[in-house]
């Protein structure tokens, strides 16, 4: 979805998922707190962040550990 969109607000964006990071983090909603962390991962491919690895790397870790398979195939294909 964020891939798709033809122009948009990075900052924006990413304040919008750290927010939900943090209310993930205080709710411990942890299969959020992944596909957050997912989010924050593409989104720092579209913009060069160094720290997308890293989102991505907690991202496949949360989904490993919930056996949440469609969310870890998300994960792998943004890898590639």
């Known amino acids: 979805a964020l891939a798709s969109a033809p122009s948009p607000d990075l900052d ?8 939900a990071m943090e209310i ?3 709710l411990e909603l942890r299969p959020l707190l992944g596909r957050c962390h997912l989010a924050l991962a593409q989104l ?3 913009a060069a962040d160094a720290g997308a690895r890293e989102h991505l790397e907690r991202a496949t870790a949360l989904f490993g550990e919930l056996d949440m398979h469609f969310w870890l195939e998300q994960a792998e294909t943004v890898q590639r």
């Open 44 to 46: 720092g491919r579209q």
């Open 24 to 26: 993930a983090a205080e």
């Open 12 to 19: 924006g964006a990413r304040s919008a998922i750290e927010r």
